[in-house]
């Protein structure tokens, strides 16, 4: 069994910066692709970016490459996303969620486990 928990959301002002944190329990965390998906009220579970186990891989959406950064550190099991430059159409609810079958995916079915959110609002 594995728990995600979010931290770090809140409210920023367009063009500012957050970075949210993800701490997972488990002891094969290196072993799991991390991910980070947000959801915007009316709108379903987008894709943000996914981390490789298998190796420095990442992929991000179209719409937050180059402005969100995710990491991860093994050895606190930690995994994080750290967004610049802001827009109010980032609004939503973010959850990190860890793949146990695969390397890193687009899609949301191919994670396992979820964290319960953190929201991150953008004032504009």
């Known amino acids: 069994q594995v728990q995600l928990v979010e931290s770090g959301g809140g409210l920023v002002q367009a063009g500012g910066s957050l970075k949210l944190s993800c701490a997972a329990s488990?002891?094969?965390?290196?072993?799991?692709?991390m991910g980070w998906f947000r959801q915007a009220p009316g709108k379903e579970r987008e894709f943000v970016a996914t981390?490789?186990?298998?190796?420095?891989?990442?992929y991000y959406a179209d719409s937050v490459k180059g402005r969100f950064t995710i990491s991860r550190d093994n050895a606190k099991n930690m995994v994080y996303l750290q967004m610049n430059s802001l827009k109010p159409e980032d609004t939503a609810v973010y959850y990190c969620?860890?793949?146990?079958?695969?390397?890193?995916?687009?899609?949301?079915?191919?994670?396992?486990?979820w964290g319960q959110g953190t929201q991150v609002t953008v004032s504009s």
């Open positions: 981390r490789s186990w298998r190796d420095s891989s990442r």
């Open positions: 488990g002891r094969t965390f290196s072993t799991y692709a």
């Open positions: 969620a860890a793949a146990t079958r695969n390397s890193g995916s687009r899609n949301a079915y191919e994670y396992d486990y």
